[in-house]
């Protein structure tokens, strides 16, 4: 079974600096992807960034980017130059590629990210 | 931008009473799921919805669940019986496509917020 794991419930950073969420899965299939997603205080799901387990960069999106170490099953989450807007739950998210669980996403707790004026 | 909507954004119902939670997809997506997010957990899987039938279902997607697709654009989600337990906070997602092709991403709604007196 796939399994995700967020080491941190809260993080703070300071405005324009750079933060990392830490993202850890625990899977023994060779195929699967990692998800990113936002959830402001709002409640709403925003998709942040993607990393399928064959692609040899790390993926950026803008200011996101992940740091895919493979052989240490992490998944984390950079984000540069933080804005005040950045202040939301950050989860986690995996699915396999094949077979099983073919669609649904295993989430993480989250983190709470707070971004400092 | 396309975008997944969801109606209402808050369900207020009294234990033992249906209620619908409804979903329009972004419109050339195929593949559709609910999700949920108890208050302060984390967001768990309940149903895939494919080629007009479910394609998975977690534990949660008990008898008391079900899913429609009742016209070209649709999605619901009806709970026969609420009960106290099923307040949570409801995501519908739809991607373009399944697991197997890489990167697939799925798209959040909003969510409506249900709660059980």
């Known amino acids: 079974a796939q399994k995700i794991t967020q080491t941190q419930p809260g993080m703070f950073v300071q405005e324009k600096e750079a933060v990392t969420l830490d993202c850890t899965y625990d899977t023994s299939d060779q195929s699967y992807g990692l998800f990113w997603y936002k959830q402001p205080s709002s409640g709403e799901m925003i998709f942040l960034i993607y990393q399928g387990s064959y692609d040899e960069q790390n993926a950026t999106e803008g200011r996101y980017s992940l740091n895919f170490q493979k052989a240490r099953k992490s998944a984390n989450l950079v984000i540069s130059a933080s804005q005040l807007g950045d202040s939301a739950m950050y989860f986690c998210?995996?699915?396999?590629?094949?077979?099983?669980?073919?669609?649904?996403?295993?989430f993480g707790k989250g983190t709470k990210l707070s971004v400092k004026p | 931008e396309p975008e997944v909507t969801q109606t209402p954004s808050h369900q207020v119902t009294q234990m033992g009473q249906e209620v619908i939670l409804r979903c329009v997809p972004i419109?050339?997506?195929?593949?559709f799921y609910w999700y949920r997010q108890i208050l302060g957990q984390k967001v768990e899987f309940l149903v895939s919805f494919y080629n007009n039938e479910i394609s998975e279902k977690s534990e949660i997607f008990d008898d008391q669940f079900s899913v429609e697709r009742p016209d070209g654009s649709n999605f619901t989600l009806k709970i026969r019986s609420t009960k106290l337990e099923d307040s949570a906070m409801y995501f519908c997602a739809s991607s373009e496509s399944g697991a197997r092709k890489f990167g697939n991403i799925q798209y959040f709604g909003a969510g409506t917020r249900l709660s059980v007196l």
């Open positions: 998210a995996s699915r396999l590629n094949y077979g099983g669980s073919q669609g649904n996403l295993i």
């Open positions: 419109s050339n997506h195929l593949y």
